[in-house]
């Protein structure tokens, strides 16, 4: 079919669910840390799909395997063994610590499989609700959106899942008043994305993995976002230096093929029995080929790039808000950055847009930057140059 940019609008208006908010731009090509659009327009990417491309668009390394892989065989059943699963969950329990592995296929799949697990943990011991946070974002199923801190996500849903209690973000004290004798896990993101790009306190981090010790809780670090190189360590928990029972993580593992983990500590390996859980599609053979190349790309030298750019990122853009009275903070860690306005904001996205650079905004007033790691700081004065250019307008 020959599209044109009027017919493709009114195709997804036609056809799909009316879930997404889209920004009027239609993207045909990616190359590095470039977009490209249906006219042929080239744009900076500093969103990567949302912290999925962390290496860049159509990276060669990563063709390279997927086209060898592509060519032998791309999908068989969980009853079955293959060694792309092996090499991937090996590789990974390498970099982080001793551990089993669930392979699932999104970041609220990994989150689902770690809730269904401390709940049968607990439940021969009467032990069900889940401590998490407000302003907390954990996926769109109805357990993991009820884990969600926010109204605004559960509205319409109700009656959502029993067993759920919102906590203070970095504060231990709010923690503390919720523990009763049901409850059996902590549950939070090292720093809060959707939320706002709120980092977590080292000391509170710190206090959550005391109190699940003195407790007896499971702590668990949903990583979807901050993992993989985001935050300049490999996994934030490594940046914090706090280690959780339990990682969940998706979005970046395999570069824009749908993979979800979820890492448990080796301790709780034996709570999953046959069919207590699984994923038609989990594991498949094409993502965990791809993600076991990705965790071999993000190397010391990379991760060091993350941390020399974010640091200049962060230092550019206070300045920025020296010089411009609506602009409330700057935050962030690594590549993970976010500022928050006085004002809302989708108007400078679409401006950034406009001259040719995507980033994103969340919470209505914060702009948030997900870069790939693979960017400089001559991108990063690129984008501040074109951000003083339009806050001029206000």
Aim: hydrophobic share 40%; proline share 2%; net charge positive.
């Amino acid at each position: 079919m020959n599209f044109s940019d009027k017919n493709i609008f009114s195709y997804y208006d036609q056809y799909f669910l009316n879930t997404y908010n889209r920004f009027h731009i239609i993207f045909v090509k990616g190359e590095g840390k470039y977009l490209y659009d249906i006219n042929g327009k080239r744009y900076l990417d500093f969103f990567c799909g949302l912290s999925v491309s962390n290496l860049g668009h159509c990276n060669k390394k990563l063709l390279t395997v997927l086209k060898r892989q592509s060519n032998k065989l791309w999908h068989i059943s969980n009853f079955y063994y293959h060694t792309a699963q092996i090499e991937l969950a090996k590789l990974l329990i390498k970099k982080t610590f001793p551990a089993r592995v669930f392979f699932s296929n999104s970041g609220a799949e990994a989150n689902e499989c770690a809730i269904k697990l401390v709940r049968k943990y607990g439940n021969s011991i009467g032990k069900y609700e889940i401590i998490t946070f407000k302003n907390s974002f954990h996926g769109r199923t109805i357990a993991t959106v009820t884990a969600t801190g926010q109204q605004k996500f559960q509205t319409g849903f109700e009656p959502l899942l029993e067993g759920f209690k919102y906590a203070e973000f970095n504060n231990i004290t709010s923690v503390k008043k919720l523990i009763s004798n049901r409850t059996v896990a902590i549950m939070l993101e090292p720093i809060q994305g959707e939320g706002g790009v709120i980092p977590a306190e080292k000391k509170f981090l710190e206090q959550l993995r005391d109190l699940c010790n003195q407790k007896k809780l499971i702590l668990i670090f949903d990583e979807v976002q901050t993992g993989y190189g985001r935050t300049g360590e490999l996994f934030a928990y490594q940046y914090y230096k706090v280690k959780p029972d339990i990682i969940t993580m998706a979005k970046s593992v395999a570069n824009g093929l749908p993979l979800g983990i979820t890492l448990v500590d080796e301790k709780y390996a034996s709570v999953f029995n046959f069919g207590d859980h699984g994923s038609t599609f989990g594991g498949n053979i094409l993502s965990c080929t791809v993600a076991t190349e990705v965790l071999k790309l993000i190397d010391t030298k990379l991760l060091k790039n993350v941390k020399i750019v974010g640091e200049y990122f962060l230092s550019r853009l206070v300045s920025l808000k020296k010089k411009y009275k609506f602009i409330k903070d700057v935050r962030g860690v690594g590549l993970m950055v976010g500022m928050e306005l006085t004002f809302p904001c989708r108007e400078v996205v679409q401006k950034c847009l406009q001259k040719g650079i995507l980033i994103n905004v969340t919470q209505d007033k914060v702009l948030r930057f997900l870069p790939p790691l693979i960017i400089t700081t001559s991108d990063v004065d690129f984008v501040v140059s074109v951000l003083d250019e339009i806050f001029k307008e206000y």
